[in-house]
T-cell receptor, first 114, second 115 residues
Framework: ETGVTQSPTHLIKTRGQQVTLRCSSQ?????VSWYQQALGQGPQFIFQ???????GRGNFPPRFSGLQFPNYSSELNVNALELDDSALYLC?????????????FGPGTRLTVL | AQSVTQLDSHVSVSEGTPVLLRCNYS??????LFWYVQHPNKGLQLLLK??????LVKGINGFEAEFKKSETSFHLTKPSAHMSDAAEYFC?????????????FGKGTKLSVKP
């Protein structure tokens, strides 16, 4: 059974650019959640996708957007990058909505914005 | 709104001594509570979870936590620390409702284990 994978592992962008991060969910999981973890902080919920539809969103601006594909893999897109977007971005998958279902996390993508 | 407070940002213990990582939560609903561990350059791993069954929850690697509603606490303990336990630990509450179960993380407690 393959776990959650994310790509790329590291990324450097400049302010104002756009970035796309990718996540492959664990086999059999139909729900993907994205989190932002700033240095020294706990992860913060960005949004969740369930069966290709956004199903819940945290306190992040619209320039953070996402997609989920029929195979349940997912993308996180961030437009107009700001310095504060520098963080570790974590993807987690689960078999159903995440209230009582264990979320399995990928290793993350480290984004640096210069 | 739900929230989690981890009372210590850093805990240092000696190998073989007990571990106590403290967590208090605030919740309008019956919460689900979790502890996750994050080793450097590795993904978050679930240690244990409470979902309104037994109040004493046993997890992996000898960790356990007790849900105390009267104290709104969910402290993580282990009788004897091992060097491999050194990592960042996050107490987490699951928010039921509009966000359909997204996880709300505490700020983390870094556990150091001295030989």
């Amino acid at each position: 059974e393959t776990g959650v994978t994310q790509s790329p592992t590291h990324l450097i962008k400049t302010r104002g650019q756009q970035v796309t991060l990718r996540c492959s969910s664990q086999s059999g999981h139909n729900t993907v959640s994205w989190y932002q973890q700033a240095l020294g902080q706990g992860p913060q919920f960005i949004f969740q996708y369930y069966r290709e539809e956004e199903n819940g969103r945290g306190n992040f601006p619209p320039r953070f957007s996402g997609l989920q594909f029929p195979n349940y893999s997912s993308e996180l897109n961030v437009n107009a990058l700001e310095l504060d977007d520098s963080a570790l971005y974590l993807c987690a998958s689960s078999a159903g909505l995440a209230f009582r279902n264990e979320q399995f996390f990928g290793p993350g993508t480290r984004l640096t914005v210069l | 709104a739900q929230s989690v407070t981890q009372l210590d940002s850093h805990v240092s213990v000696s190998e073989g001594t007990p571990v106590l990582l403290r967590c208090n939560y605030s919740s309008s609903y019956s919460p689900s509570l979790f502890w996750y561990v994050q080793h450097p350059n590795k993904g978050l791993q679930l240690l244990l979870k409470y979902t309104s069954a037994a109040t004493l929850v046993k997890g992996i690697n000898g960790f356990e936590a007790e849900f105390k509603k009267s104290e709104t606490s969910f402290h993580l303990t282990k009788p004897s620390a091992h060097m491999s336990d050194a990592a960042e630990y996050f107490c987490v509450v699951s928010e039921k409702g509009g966000s359909q179960g997204n996880l709300i993380f505490g700020k983390g407690t870094k556990l150091s284990v001295k030989p």
